[in-house]
């Protein structure tokens, strides 16, 4: 009994934030796909993470034709809103030619993301349960038995996909920082008033970001072994207001609550033989950069033009780059990441790494807005375009 096998030039595994622009990518460039995913479509779709899209992100929908389809609408990001010891702070990000970051909800993102590619006559196939082969030419195994083959693997599954499993050990190093606390993420009914509110108090960071028009997700920081049972909803709720030193006008229903240690982990080389790594399955930067969506469409950007250049020109050269050229800007956001994280928990709990570095936290912090040249570099970071 044969079994039944379908070629394409690339397969991309995930139907995440990285498969899907790139699937979308390359539709508009005229290269055939296919993009696999083991979920259902109402769990991708309803799946909520970052909000932010950055300059850099939307500059790459931009140039292939879909900003209106995919970001038009979502507000213009100008700058970030703190809560510090109660009391409003606003810092208006510099360069102004920057300024196209988008406030965008994840969820919102990949379903513009699927509706597109389903109407461009993408292949998207939800449901898939696949096994990563390595070889001259990468290959699925479905769960069905059948096999797709194609010129190139795009592992787009995350950091507990098949495809980043079916590289040998010997051959991808594993970078990893644990910063030593972490978050109870909530999501709840509960509209904001404004996109983003991040809250410096010595009881710890909080804060609120919209995901949607009725609903948010809160952060707030606490110790690595708390559980979400330890966090019922009414001490949720104060502590929130504690922590912004404001009432939270609605507090509707909290949806899930989790603890997530924030960690950072890279992942080198990004490339082995025809299969290559994008987002999660690459690297993971903690949330309080939101970087981690914009990391992974940087990557469906740069992976995308060179899939574009070797199939017009017979040229592998940037493919065979894309791992080192990838690597240099992703160690650049795990820079900042870290120092951003680090600052804005720091400047406002002592108690996680004593009153030293609460002091120097304090101190960078304050500089972000009584210097142009330390808000032009915070802004840059924001924008992607450092």
Known sequence: ????????????????????????????????????ERRDREYVERRQRAGVIDTRATRAFRKRGLEDRVVGGAPVQTGLGFRVDGEDRWLELAVEEHR??????????????????????????????????????????????????????????GSHGATRAAIPEDRITRHSHEYGYAWLVVLADAPADRPTLMAIHRRG????????????????????????????????????????????????????????????????????????????????????????????????????????HYYKNDDQSLLDAYSDTRLRDVWNYQAFATWFTDTMHDAGDPGSRGEFRHRVARAD?????????????????MAGLN
């Open 1 to 36: 009994m044969s079994t039944a096998k379908e070629n394409k030039p690339v397969v991309i595994v995930g139907a995440g934030v990285s498969g899907l622009a790139l699937g979308n990518f390359l539709l508009r460039e005229g290269i055939d796909c296919v993009v696999l």
């Open 205 to 308: 960071f909080a804060a609120q970001f919209g995901r949607g028009p009725q609903a948010s997700r809160f952060y707030l920081q606490c110790p690595l072994e708390d559980t979400p049972e330890e966090w019922p909803d009414e001490r949720i709720w104060s502590e929130l207001e504690t922590r912004f030193g404001e009432p939270i006008p609605t507090k509707g229903t909290i949806v899930e609550k989790q603890v997530v240690p924030l960690r950072g982990e890279v992942h080198s080389p990004m490339s082995h033989g025809r299969i290559h790594l994008l987002g999660d399955a690459a690297h993971i930067v903690p949330p309080m950069s939101a970087k981690g969506m914009n990391l992974a469409l940087h990557d469906a950007d740069v992976f995308a033009d060179a899939l574009v």
């Open 100 to 157: 196209e970051g988008r406030f965008c909800p994840q969820q919102v993102l990949v379903r513009n993301l699927i509706t597109v590619f389903e109407q461009d006559g993408g292949d998207l196939r939800f449901g898939t349960e696949v096994a990563v082969e390595d070889g001259e030419r990468p290959r699925v195994r479905l769960g069905d038995g059948s096999v797709i083959e194609g010129d190139f693997l795009a592992g787009c599954d």
């Open 365 to 381: 912090f304050e500089r972000l807005f009584t210097s142009d040249t330390a808000n032009r570099l915070l802004s840059e970071f």
